[in-house]
């Protein structure tokens, strides 16, 4: 069975620093696309960064120079690591398993989400 | 950027056909994918690769993508059916792009 868990998250002070871990069972994260993906407060979804299987990362344009994703294939485990953060950061973060480029690219596969609150 | 616009709310009684709408530039040229997200709950993908369904979601659930527009089809809505509905397509290599998502209310 596919499982994703999601942990790191809290409050921290606006400039922090804070790093997400995904913690994947049931298949191989370096065999696969990895995304993170945030939600704010009753707001709706953001994709935030994609690391690829042959190890490309890109970020979406709020976050680049900021956040960095990486994976440990020896613990089969996604991260996140996120500097200056700031009050819009504050999210809900998911990791999420993509379907691959075969099937049309999209996220089959979630974990159940780790609260970063970023406040003073 | 590149934006993919959804109506904020849907409603439709039980029983009938619910159409979600997702527009976009040549969306048609891309694939198209739908999540389904209830209070509290992380998204489930409804809808990949513009109309084919993942194992264990519903016959009810429908998806077509073509011109501007994507669209999800409930046929047969349900009570259970209520929740949050968005669009996503990756519009270049290392882009993604969700809609703002849509509110389906059955009653």
């Known amino acids: 069975e596919v499982q994703l868990v999601e942990s790191g998250g809290g409050l921290i002070q606006p400039g922090g620093s804070l790093r997400l871990s995904c913690a994947a069972s049931?298949?191989?994260?370096?065999?696969?696309?990895m995304s993170w993906v945030r939600q704010a407060p009753g707001k709706g979804l953001e994709w935030v960064s994609v690391i690829y299987s042959g190890g490309s990362t890109f970020y979406a344009d709020s976050v680049k120079g900021r956040f960095t994703i990486s994976r440990d294939n020896s613990e089969n485990t996604l991260y996140l690591q996120m500097n200056s953060l700031r009050a819009a950061d504050m999210a809900v973060y998911y990791c999420a398993r993509d379907l691959g480029a075969a099937a049309g690219l999209a996220f089959d596969s979630w974990g159940q989400g780790t609260l970063v609150t970023v406040s003073s | 950027s590149y934006d993919l616009t959804q109506p904020p709310s849907v409603s439709v009684s039980p029983g009938q056909t619910a159409t979600i709408t997702c527009s976009g530039d040549?969306?048609?040229?891309?694939?198209a994918c739908w999540y389904q997200q209830k209070p509290g709950q992380s998204p489930v993908l409804v809808i990949y690769?513009?109309?084919k369904r993942p194992s264990g979601i519903p016959e009810r659930f429908s998806g077509s993508n073509s011109g501007n527009t994507a669209t999800l089809t409930i046929s047969g809505s349900q009570a259970m059916d209520e929740a949050q509905y968005y669009c996503q397509a990756w519009v270049s290599r290392g882009s993604v792009v969700f809609g703002g998502g849509t509110k389906l209310t059955v009653l």
């Open positions: 040549q969306l048609g040229d891309k694939y």
């Open positions: 690769q513009d109309d």
């Open positions: 049931g298949f191989t994260v370096s065999s696969n696309y």
